[in-house]
């Protein structure tokens, strides 16, 4: 286990249960933003690589596979 988790275990055993409660709706939120972010940059990204791979030369090129 990392330190930064060890921290983060050591300071939530010190924790009364609501407070965890709230610890576990913030590590669930940090979660979804992440994969929103994650989704957002390769939607992004998609339309930039588009250009490069969606042409006859590219069709061609993988063609065999």
Known sequence: ???VKEQIT???NGL???ACEE???FIRFLK?????DTRKAAIASESALGKDWLTPEE???WSHL
């Open 1 to 3: 286990m990392s330190q």
């Open 10 to 12: 050591t300071e939530l």
């Open 16 to 18: 009364p249960e609501q």
């Open 23 to 25: 610890v576990l709706d």
């Open 32 to 36: 979804t933003r992440h994969r929103r």
């Open 59 to 61: 069709d061609a090129a």
